[in-house]
């Protein structure tokens, strides 16, 4: 039923030294007085009544005019102390816990209204290129929050040494293409979620753009160790195709998460420089070496890198929050935890 009220179910109360607090994080939340007042708007309100109940009530318990229970009500949301819902079975009741969390950030005067972030999620087509260990924690991530649809490209199988951090693969699957077993892993953890498959190599500007015409992507996530072009392929072709993307990766224990940039904001090419035409520039003794590089990595650290990436594209995805990776990347030291934007 519309209309019902309740305290925002993210706040905890803390009285004390006179004051009511109403907490929602470790240094955000709204201080009243304690007393009466606080104490009969509580009392009124775990009932979850009508709007309209909930005005006569407190008027009759506090003895207040005509006037003032409404603007009691009023004051209490421009605070986001209280909110309207409906308690009808919803088809979202499976990502209620992500919408409390929607709303603390962006918070609503109807609950209901956070379901409008959830569909844009619900909506949205993301391409995942390299399904490795950050590929694994990220495909997680969106699948779980209720990603629409979801398409794995990647042209490796599963190895021994892929268990230590690609947490979609158990042991059966060693000699399975990565693609297939994840996306059997990730229809298990959520059947709405839509999961294609590519088992390709991507070695061109033209291979990624005939995928991009082919299944008209969203978003992109650049999580492929390589080709080192990729982020400029991408970054060539995301304003005809009207994508955004997004790049992670690491070296040993520095990740790099971001940027994420797309056809309204700057190429990437005019923020950061590519690393591509050293590459190709070398001899080939030293490429003959750098071919033989193994990158160092595990789960726990992946799941770092791969999960802020993840967030950081849901709530571009959603609107709740502008994403801190527009036009910028994290460099993420994973040996002190000290994180610098550039």
Same mark, same amino acid.
Request: aromatic fraction near 8%; hydrophobic fraction near 40%; glycine fraction near 4%.
């Given at each position: 039923?519309?209309?019902?009220?309740?305290?925002?179910?993210?706040?905890?109360?803390?009285?004390?030294?006179?004051?009511?607090?109403?907490?929602?994080?470790?240094?955000?939340?709204?201080?009243?007085?304690?007393?009466?007042?606080?104490?009969?708007?509580?009392?009124?309100?775990?009932?979850?009544?009508?709007?309209?109940?909930? *005005? @006569?009530? $407190?008027?009759?318990? %506090?003895?207040?005019?005509?006037?003032?229970?409404? #603007?009691? &009500?009023?004051?209490?949301?421009?605070?986001?102390?209280?909110?309207?819902?409906?308690?009808?079975?919803?088809?979202?009741?499976?990502?209620?816990?992500?919408?409390?969390?929607?709303?603390?950030?962006?918070?609503?005067?109807?609950?209901?209204?956070?379901?409008?972030?959830?569909?844009?999620?619900?909506?949205?087509?993301?391409?995942?290129?390299?399904?490795?260990?950050?590929?694994?924690?990220?495909?997680?991530?969106?699948?779980?929050?209720?990603?629409?649809? *979801? @398409?794995? $490209?990647?042209?490796? %199988?599963?190895?021994?040494?892929?268990?230590?951090? #690609?947490? &979609?693969?158990?042991?059966?699957?060693?000699?399975?293409?990565?693609?297939?077993?994840?996306?059997?892993?990730?229809?298990?953890?959520?059947?709405?979620?839509?999961?294609?498959?590519?088992?390709?190599?991507?070695?061109?500007?033209?291979?990624?753009?005939?995928?991009?015409?082919?299944?008209?992507?969203?978003?992109?996530?650049?999580?492929?160790?390589?080709?080192?072009?990729?982020?400029?392929?991408?970054?060539?072709?995301?304003?005809?195709?009207?994508?955004?993307?997004?790049?992670?990766?690491?070296?040993?224990?520095?990740?790099?998460?971001?940027?994420?940039?797309?056809?309204?904001?700057?190429?990437?090419?005019?923020?950061?420089?590519?690393?591509?035409?050293?590459?190709?520039?070398?001899?080939?003794?030293?490429?003959?070496?750098?071919?033989?590089?193994?990158?160092?990595?595990?789960?726990?650290?992946?799941?770092?890198?791969?999960?802020?990436?993840?967030?950081?594209?849901?709530?571009?995805?959603?609107?709740?929050?502008?994403?801190?990776?527009?036009?910028?990347?994290?460099?993420?030291?994973?040996?002190?935890?000290?994180?610098?934007?550039?």
């Amino acid at each position: 039923m519309k209309n019902k009220i309740r305290i925002k179910q993210y706040l905890h109360i803390l009285e004390k030294n006179g004051i009511a607090d109403f907490i929602k994080t470790l240094d955000e939340g709204v201080k009243l007085p304690s007393g009466d007042i606080v104490n009969t708007v509580v009392s009124c309100l775990q009932n979850e009544p009508l709007a309209e109940e909930f *005005i @006569t009530e $407190v008027g009759k318990k %506090l003895q207040l005019n005509s006037d003032a229970p409404q #603007q009691l &009500l009023d004051k209490l949301f421009e605070l986001k102390v209280v909110e309207l819902f409906d308690d009808s079975e919803s088809k979202w009741n499976r990502y209620s816990r992500q919408l409390l969390l929607f709303d603390s950030i962006n918070p609503q005067q109807e609950f209901e209204n956070n379901y409008l972030a959830q569909e844009k999620l619900s909506n949205v087509h993301i391409v995942i290129l390299g399904i490795g260990g950050i590929g694994n924690f990220i495909a997680t991530a969106l699948c779980v929050a209720g990603a629409g649809k *979801i @398409t794995l $490209v990647d042209f490796d %199988l599963v190895e021994e040494t892929n268990l230590n951090r #690609q947490i &979609l693969f158990s042991e059966t699957d060693i000699g399975k293409h990565k693609t297939e077993a994840a996306a059997q892993r990730l229809k298990d953890l959520n059947s709405n979620c839509n999961i294609r498959t590519v088992n390709k190599e991507i070695n061109s500007q033209s291979e990624l753009e005939k995928l991009i015409r082919e299944y008209s992507p969203d978003y992109i996530v650049l999580s492929a160790d390589k080709p080192v072009d990729i982020v400029l392929w991408a970054s060539a072709l995301c304003k005809k195709y009207r994508f955004k993307y997004l790049k992670c990766g690491y070296m040993a224990y520095h990740g790099l998460i971001g940027p994420l940039l797309g056809h309204n904001t700057k190429a990437y090419e005019e923020i950061f420089t590519s690393w591509s035409n050293d590459i190709a520039l070398q001899n080939n003794l030293i490429s003959k070496q750098n071919e033989m590089y193994i990158a160092p990595s595990m789960a726990a650290t992946n799941a770092i890198l791969a999960n802020i990436a993840a967030w950081e594209l849901i709530k571009d995805i959603t609107e709740i929050s502008p994403s801190v990776l527009t036009e910028r990347r994290i460099l993420f030291d994973l040996k002190t935890m000290n994180m610098v934007f550039g």
